[in-house]
T-cell receptor, first 115, second 113 residues
């Protein structure tokens, strides 16, 4: 069976510090991978998605970046965090291909607070 | 542009009663998928139900059913026999041909004992 992991679960970082959030998927190959951010009490905003190693599409211009160094590893990074980067970050995966059915499975999330 | 609208920020329902959560969408794609997710206070996103744009019948999954009205571009979630554990935030989402999910703002449901 497939599982998706995210760490850390919670993170408190000062403004201007770097960020690295990691997401890994087990039990599947060549998944589509996604990073979302959720502000408190709000919906999910798609930040990045990837259909393969080294292939990253950015949805929202910002000071965050994403990388996919391995097939089932997706990393969200920042060189200098802003207060507005606080939120709940969710990683998700779906089966490869563009079928509109492909359900997305979400990880447990990382709650980031920037002070 | 594609868009999902959930107009109910918060809803209350009495335990054991049914509740309908509204969702309307806007897209020009002929093929799309509609999803409902549940997010309890723990933060995890739990998939509930899916409706494809070409599906002729409304989707059902246990106590969840999706009232799909394509002409009106609505995909309301109906929860029958509400339980206390149904208290959570509910998100409607649409998946386009590129695979991206577009989420609504969510509806917070509280089930009263």
């Amino acid at each position: 069976s497939q599982t998706i992991h995210q760490w850390p679960a919670t993170l408190v970082q000062p403004v201007g510090s770097p960020l690295s959030l990691e997401c890994t998927v087990e039990g599947t190959s060549n998944p589509n991978l996604y990073w979302y951010r959720q502000a408190a009490g709000r919906g999910l905003q798609l930040l990045f998605y990837s259909v393969g190693i080294g292939q990253i599409s950015s949805e929202v211009p910002q000071n965050l970046s994403a990388s996919r160094p391995q097939d089932r590893q997706f990393i969200l990074s920042s060189k200098k965090l802003l207060l507005s980067d606080s939120g709940f970050y969710l990683c998700a995966w779906s089966a490869p291909g563009g079928s509109s059915y492909n359900e997305q499975f979400f990880g447990p999330g990382t709650r980031l607070t920037v002070l | 542009a594609q868009k999902i609208t959930q107009t109910q920020p918060g809803m209350f329902v009495q335990e054991k009663e049914a509740v309908t959560l509204d969702c309307t969408y806007d897209t020009s794609d002929p093929s799309y998928g509609l999803f409902w997710y549940k997010q309890p206070s723990s933060g995890e996103m739990i998939f509930l139900i899916y409706q494809g744009s070409y599906d002729q019948q409304n989707a059902t999954e246990g106590r969840y059913s999706l009232n799909f009205q394509k002409a009106r571009k609505s995909a309301n979630l109906v929860i029958s026999a509400s339980q206390l554990g149904d208290s959570a935030m509910y998100f409607c989402a649409m998946r386009d041909l590129t695979g991206k999910l577009i989420f609504g703002q969510g509806t917070t449901l509280q089930v009263k004992p």
